[in-house]
Nanobody, 118 residues
Framework: VQLQASGGGLVPAGGSLRLSCAAS????????MGWYRQAPGKQRELVAV??????????DSVKDRFTISRDNAKNTVYTVYLQMNNLEPEDTAVYYC??????????WGQGTLVTVSS
């Protein structure tokens, strides 16, 4: 599975960004896809995840501000989006998409930097 993330950038506090992550390859075995983030000097933390059945989970810090969704209508590409609204400087981090396959293997995409200015 290959993951291609995009959509990061610089935004003022209160603004919005949408991240995308396109998975290709053995997408039929995807159990879930999601996003982690890592801020400078901090550990990587889970932001949001969407399961193959459609259920979602969010970190408490982003609930009601971030929305994760998926588009698996195409047979060859499985895309996950992270809509981020009302961004805060504390959201500044490198965001990584990942996927967990049915056989327990995890794949990571390259990080995309989100910078929120105060």
């Amino acid at each position: 599975v290959q993951l291609q993330a995009s959509g990061g950038g610089l935004v003022p506090a209160g603004g919005s960004l949408r991240l995308s992550c396109a998975a290709s390859g053995s997408i039929f075995s995807i159990n879930l896809m999601g996003w982690y983030r890592q801020a400078p000097g901090k550990q990587r933390e889970l932001v949001a995840v969407v399961y193959s059945g459609g259920g979602t989970n969010y970190a408490d810090s982003v609930k009601d501000r971030f929305t994760i969704s998926r588009d698996n209508a195409k047979n060859t590409v499985y895309t996950v989006y992270l809509q981020m609204n009302n961004l805060e400087p504390e959201d500044t981090a490198v965001y990584y998409c990942y996927t967990l396959l049915a056989r327990g293997v995890v794949y990571w995409g390259q990080g995309t930097l989100v910078t929120v200015s105060s």
